[in-house]
């Protein structure tokens, strides 16, 4: 970035609370939704999880119906297999990515983000980081 250019940042100080895990960071460690790199992986990796979820009941439930409305014969069932594979993993896929737009659209606190009065040893770790 050129001296002369603006950022988004220039309006905020240099530490951010992260709206997430609401531990105080540097603005260069925060997104536009002041989500910090720890809280935006541990994000993807829970709509990873629950993506997953989403794949195995889609999958579920298709081999369902296809065991008993398709009733396939015996003669192709690798290609049902693979059908049902295929569902799993696309759908895995499409619920990750849904699960994590709306945790970044609804953008509330993680589950294990304690608000600053509920972390007396916060205050050693802010001044441990000064000194380095
Ligand atoms: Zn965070």
Redesign the pocket.
């Known amino acids: 970035m050129t001296e002369g250019s603006v950022s988004w940042r220039d309006r905020f100080p240099d530490e951010i609370t992260?709206v997430?895990?609401l531990?105080t960071?540097d603005s260069t460690d925060l997104d536009r939704l002041f989500?910090?790199r720890?809280?935006r992986e541990a994000g993807r990796k829970r709509a990873a999880l629950w993506g997953w979820a989403v794949g195995g009941v889609s999958a579920a439930l298709l081999a369902l119906y296809i065991w008993l409305v398709i009733r396939p014969s015996t003669l192709i069932i690798g290609g049902w297999v693979a059908t049902v594979g295929a569902c799993l993993w696309l759908m895995s896929r499409i619920g990750r990515e849904v699960i994590y737009g709306v945790m970044r659209f609804r953008n509330r606190r993680a589950v294990e983000a304690r608000p600053p009065t509920e972390r007396p040893d916060e205050a050693d770790d802010a001044s441990s980081r000064r000194s380095d």
């Open positions: 992260c997430r895990c531990r960071r989500w910090c720890e809280c």
